[in-house]
Every structure is written in C-alpha cells, then in structure tokens.
C-alpha cells in the first residue's frame, strides 16, 4: 500500500495535559510519520470544548514540524467571536484543515453555545474565511446515539455538507456492512464527498467496552464474546485485535474507502501495527 499510496491515511491524537505527555506525544508523532507518512493529524478536544488552549499547543508543534494539522472545534460553550479568533490563529499558523463538530453536552452545563449543530459551525466558517479551510464533519454509519432515526441522522449530515463541509471522517465501527449503507444512503441523497472511516484498534477489550458504551459505537456480538474469551490476556488481546482491524480495514479499502483515520489514543505501535499488515 505504500508503494503507491492512492489512499489517504490519518491519525488522531488528543492534547496531552503534562510537559511529559506533550514530550511522549511527538515520539509518537515522530515514529508515526516515518512508518506510516500519515496525510494529516487531527487534534480533538475536551468535553464542552475544554482543553482548547491544549488542542491550540498541539496543533502548533505539529505545524511547526512540517506535518498537515487538523484541529477539531465544537460548537459546545463556543461564541462566534471566540470560533473567529480560533480560526484567525490557525489560519495564521498556516493550517489549511478544521474538524467542526456539534460536541457533547458535559455534565451540568444545559445548553450549547450560538451554534446548537454542527452545520451552523460550518456555515459559519465559509462564511468568515471563503475556501481558506477544508473542513471535516463527523459521520454515523451506526447512528448518532441521539438522532431519532437513520433517516433524520442521514438528513442531518446532509445539512453538513452543504452548508460547505468537504469530506467526512466516521464515528468508528466493526461492521463493514454499516459503512456501505451508509456511503449508498448519503449518495442517494446526491452527496458524493469522501467518507473516510474510523479505524480504533483494539489493545484493550475494557476499555474498548468503555469507549464504545460512551459514544454509542456497537460491539458485535461476536467481538463482544471473543474478547470476553480472552479474560486478563493482554497479549492474545492484541494478537486478535489486529486481525480483526486488519481485516476491516482491508475489506473497507477493497470496497471503496477513500482512507482510514485511525484513533491512535496518542499510541504509535497499535496503528502502525496494522498499516503494516495492510502493505
């Protein structure tokens, strides 16, 4: 696959909090661009839109590395001046790509800020910065926990792509069947921009469960009792969490993907462990 890299490849990472996480972070970062020459990296935030002075940090030192920065911005406790003068310091660092998102609600804060969907986040971007910006939006193969149907869900990413998004990246899954649904949905719907999936690895089977229980990301059954299977055995974890991601990922390349956008959890092995199973 390396050889003749048609497909794009992308990392998250989250801001780290300490001087040593930050330190740790572009180790990883480091080793992440010689074996796996990613496209970009995202950079997320804290629920609420908190640690965005964090998200800001990071975004910078990959920036002034020489690699693509994605920063991701919410619409939870945002205003349109803030939103504009996050904007202004990235698009004078130079990045050129923005992740806006709705964001979660944390617990006790009742409403969200001007913007209540992401659209209106997007709008809001073309609005203030023409085409400076390629903009990702979020996409659910599996339904956004909140939305009320797959149709009202669907409707709803439409909305995102025309108020000016670009492409979007996938809320994670282990069902291909899902995310080729989904693209066929969408594309009825007459949206035929890039729908990159999310690719979590699995080194964990605890805190898979966690994650998944908290976003609304299904566990097929089937993982669900093989991972139960495997009790406290980290290394057989692993060993069958790689094969079941790289057989995901193959059959989601196979079948059309545009690329993978891998959560790497500020990990490099995981993720390039299966980037080199698929070359």
Same mark, same amino acid.
């Given at each position: 696959?390396?050889?003749?890299?048609?497909?794009?490849?992308?990392?998250?990472?989250?801001?780290?909090?300490?001087?040593?996480?930050?330190?740790?972070?572009?180790?990883?970062?480091?080793?992440?661009?010689?074996?796996?020459?990613?496209?970009?990296?995202?950079?997320?935030?804290?629920?609420?839109?908190?640690?965005?002075?964090?998200?800001?940090?990071?975004?910078?030192?990959?920036?002034?590395?020489?690699?693509?920065?994605?920063?991701?911005?919410?619409?939870?406790?945002?205003?349109?001046?803030?939103?504009?003068? #996050? $904007? %202004?310091?990235?698009?004078?660092? *130079?990045?050129?790509?923005?992740?806006? @998102? &709705?964001?979660? /609600?944390?617990?006790?804060?009742?409403?969200?800020?001007?913007?209540?969907?992401?659209?209106?986040?997007?709008?809001?971007?073309?609005?203030?910065?023409?085409?400076?910006?390629?903009?990702?939006?979020?996409?659910?193969?599996?339904?956004?926990?909140?939305?009320?149907?797959?149709?009202?869900?669907?409707?709803?990413?439409?909305?995102?792509?025309?108020?000016?998004?670009?492409?979007?990246?996938?809320?994670?899954?282990?069902?291909?069947?899902?995310?080729?649904?989904?693209?066929?949905?969408?594309?009825?719907?007459?949206?035929?921009?890039?729908?990159?999936?999310?690719?979590?690895?699995?080194?964990?089977?605890?805190? #898979? $469960? %966690?994650?998944?229980?908290?976003? *609304?990301?299904?566990?097929?059954?089937? @993982? &669900?009792?093989? /991972?139960?299977?495997?009790?406290?055995?980290?290394?057989?974890?692993?060993?069958?969490?790689?094969?079941?991601?790289?057989?995901?990922?193959?059959?989601?390349?196979?079948?059309?993907?545009?690329?993978?956008?891998?959560?790497?959890?500020?990990?490099?092995?995981?993720?390039?462990?299966?980037?080199?199973?698929?070359?």
């Amino acid at each position: 696959m390396d050889k003749k890299r048609s497909k794009e490849l992308s990392i998250e990472f989250f801001p780290p909090k300490t001087p040593e996480g930050a330190e740790k972070l572009r180790l990883v970062k480091d080793r992440l661009v010689k074996e796996v020459k990613p496209s970009f990296f995202s950079v997320t935030f804290g629920a609420g839109g908190s640690t965005q002075e964090g998200t800001l940090r990071t975004v910078e030192s990959i920036h002034q590395s020489g690699q693509e920065a994605a920063p991701h911005l919410s619409c939870v406790g945002s205003s349109k001046e803030n939103i504009y003068e #996050l $904007l %202004r310091l990235y698009k004078e660092m *130079g990045v050129r790509r923005i992740v806006a @998102l &709705r964001g979660d /609600l944390p617990s006790g804060m009742g409403q969200y800020g001007e913007f209540h969907h992401a659209n209106e986040l997007v709008a809001y971007i073309r609005e203030s910065y023409g085409d400076w910006f390629h903009i990702e939006v979020a996409a659910y193969p599996e339904m956004h926990p909140q939305a009320s149907s797959v149709r009202a869900d669907i409707e709803h990413f439409v909305t995102k792509i025309q108020a000016g998004a670009n492409s979007a990246i996938t809320q994670y899954f282990y069902n291909t069947d899902a995310y080729f649904q989904y693209i066929e949905d969408v594309e009825s719907r007459g949206v035929k921009v890039p729908i990159v999936p999310g690719i979590m690895p699995i080194t964990s089977s605890s805190q #898979l $469960l %966690r994650f998944s229980d908290s976003c *609304g990301a299904e566990i097929p059954r089937w @993982l &669900r009792k093989r /991972l139960e299977g495997f009790g406290d055995d980290i290394a057989s974890i692993k060993a069958f969490g790689l094969d079941v991601v790289t057989d995901l990922s193959l059959q989601l390349l196979a079948g059309g993907a545009p690329g993978l956008h891998f959560y790497s959890l500020n990990q490099a092995d995981p993720t390039i462990a299966i980037i080199k199973n698929l070359d």
